[in-house]
């Protein structure tokens, strides 16, 4: 056992030794500065336009989203409208996961901050309920269904389904399922 440690002891000042000879020796291939990223390797010139956000150097940055006049809400907003097929998916995910289905609608659908200005506190953040949480929901369709009443009860009304977790008491999931038709 002693040999191998003895061993082990040589071998590694050695090779520390010569690495470390190799970095300070004026022969080595210095490594070149980090200078950034080429914009011309992330987009190619055709596809810059003068509206898009730059950082004031040479890298081209991601466009942020504009907020004026186009509203966002919830997770799956940024995509082209749900299905009934996409949103039965997102239940039956949800119901996989042991998440309560629960339905919400408001006229507005906006969060803001219209009656106060204090930290954390938010006008709209709170929808009225669609009837009760479907405890014991195991099924999309119940979901499905319980959408078109809401839509034809509220037809000028953003529409959302919300995944509440019952240990935890907080909701984990949340996706738009209807908008008003304008």
């Given at each position: 056992?002693?040999?191998?440690?003895?061993?082990?002891?040589?071998?590694?000042?050695a090779?520390?030794a010569?690495?470390?000879?190799?970095?300070?020796?004026?022969?080595?291939?210095?490594?070149?500065?980090?200078?950034?990223?080429k914009?011309?390797?992330?987009?190619s010139a055709?596809?810059?336009?003068?509206?898009?956000?730059?950082?004031?150097?040479r890298?081209?940055?991601?466009?942020?989203?504009?907020?004026?006049?186009?509203?966002?809400?919830?997770?799956?907003?940024?995509?082209?409208?749900?299905?009934?097929?996409d949103?039965?998916k997102?239940?039956?995910?949800?119901?996989r996961?042991?998440?309560?289905?629960?339905?919400e609608?408001?006229?507005?659908?906006?969060?803001?901050?219209?009656?106060?200005?204090?930290?954390?506190?938010?006008?709209?953040?709170?929808?009225?309920?669609w009837?009760?949480?479907?405890?014991?929901?195991?099924?999309?369709?119940?979901?499905?269904?319980?959408i078109?009443?809401?839509?034809?009860?509220?037809p000028?009304?953003?529409?959302r389904v919300?995944?509440?977790?019952?240990?935890?008491q907080?909701?984990?999931?949340?996706?738009?399922?209807?908008?008003?038709?304008?």
């Amino acid at each position: 056992m002693a040999s191998v440690v003895a061993a082990s002891t040589v071998v590694a000042p050695a090779a520390f030794a010569a690495a470390s000879s190799c970095v300070g020796s004026s022969e080595s291939t210095s490594v070149k500065a980090f200078s950034g990223l080429k914009s011309a390797t992330l987009v190619s010139a055709k596809s810059q336009t003068l509206s898009s956000v730059q950082n004031g150097s040479r890298v081209q940055c991601m466009q942020v989203w504009n907020p004026t006049g186009n509203l966002k809400f919830e997770t799956f907003s940024y995509l082209p409208a749900l299905s009934e097929q996409d949103i039965s998916k997102q239940v039956d995910f949800m119901i996989r996961q042991k998440l309560i289905p629960c339905l919400e609608f408001d006229p507005v659908g906006v969060i803001s901050r219209t009656n106060n200005r204090s930290p954390g506190y938010y006008d709209g953040r709170y929808w009225t309920m669609w009837k009760l949480p479907m405890f014991g929901c195991n099924d999309s369709s119940q979901v499905l269904r319980e959408i078109q009443e809401c839509k034809k009860a509220f037809p000028q009304c953003y529409i959302r389904v919300l995944g509440f977790d019952n240990i935890k008491q907080v909701q984990i999931a949340g996706f738009m399922v209807a908008a008003p038709s304008a």
